[in-house]
């Protein structure tokens, strides 16, 4: 991988996204920050510039082809390469079987699944072979170990481990490692929502380390299976869940 790193990071607005954009940028990567509302994008870019690194705003819809591929394209003509990317744009509705509603199935795939597929294609296209490269997708605990009301989110985020380790096959030719990091549940703006303080403890009482995880733990994980650190390590997904998938407590 090149010595000056350029990153793009879908959702990069808030979240983990945010987070690993700039750890990212602090290690002196050039980062694209791509959300769908500028003001996100507006504030990740100046955060990342206030603290001396580089970022590229990337206003950009990336739920379907031609979005992942202007995104994929707005950091290609500001920088020249591609080396990283993190495919961590979602929608998420949590809904009983009952009420799940075809519109909502159908934003959830295409922003949580099909666009990996294009962000896969599009990145893969512009890598340099003689650099490599390294693409890391946000999948969830939830793939593994489910609860009710996530029928849809669950099989998405298991498909995006099988899209992982189909594209590291396939990939790794051209230089290209694609891992996956399955995340516990994070606080974050986006899961505020779902969460409670009956439910926190609960988790808390389930995970062997006795705390939720924070963005930063997730940013961290992404980051290192981006960076060359991790140049033998492909085809994984990486459980970053405090030890509550393997314990039974």
């Not at 959702?11 to 990212?24: F, R, V």
Request: net charge neutral; glycine share 10%.
């Amino acid at each position: 991988m090149a010595d000056k790193t350029v990153a793009l990071i879908t959702g990069a607005g808030h979240g983990i996204g945010k987070a690993s954009a700039k750890l990212m940028a602090a290690r002196g990567w050039t980062v694209g920050i791509n959300d769908l509302k500028p003001e996100f994008v507006e504030e990740t870019v100046a955060e990342i510039e206030a603290m001396g690194g580089k970022a590229i705003p990337v206003v950009q819809n990336v739920a379907t082809r031609d979005g992942v591929r202007e995104a994929v394209d707005k950091v290609m003509q500001e920088a020249g390469q591609l080396d990283v990317l993190v495919n961590n744009a979602a929608w998420v509705r949590y809904q009983a079987i009952p009420d799940i509603a075809p519109e909502t199935v159908e934003r959830m795939v295409q922003i949580g699944f099909t666009s990996i597929i294009w962000g896969i294609q599009a990145a893969a296209e512009v890598m340099d072979p003689a650099r490599g490269g390294a693409i890391v997708n946000v999948a969830s605990a939830a793939a593994f170990r489910s609860a009710p009301r996530s029928l849809v989110y669950s099989g998405i985020k298991a498909g995006v481990t099988g899209l992982t380790r189909a594209a590291s096959a396939e990939l790794g030719a051209s230089k290209i490692r694609v891992n996956a990091v399955a995340p516990s549940a994070i606080p974050t703006e986006g899961t505020q929502k779902h969460r409670n303080a009956e439910l926190d403890a609960k988790r808390i009482a389930a995970t062997p380390l006795g705390r939720l995880g924070t963005v930063d733990d997730i940013a961290r994980a992404v980051t290192y299976l981006c960076a060359p650190e991790s140049d033998f390590i492909t085809g994984q997904v990486l459980l970053v869940d405090g030890g509550i998938f393997s314990a039974n407590l």
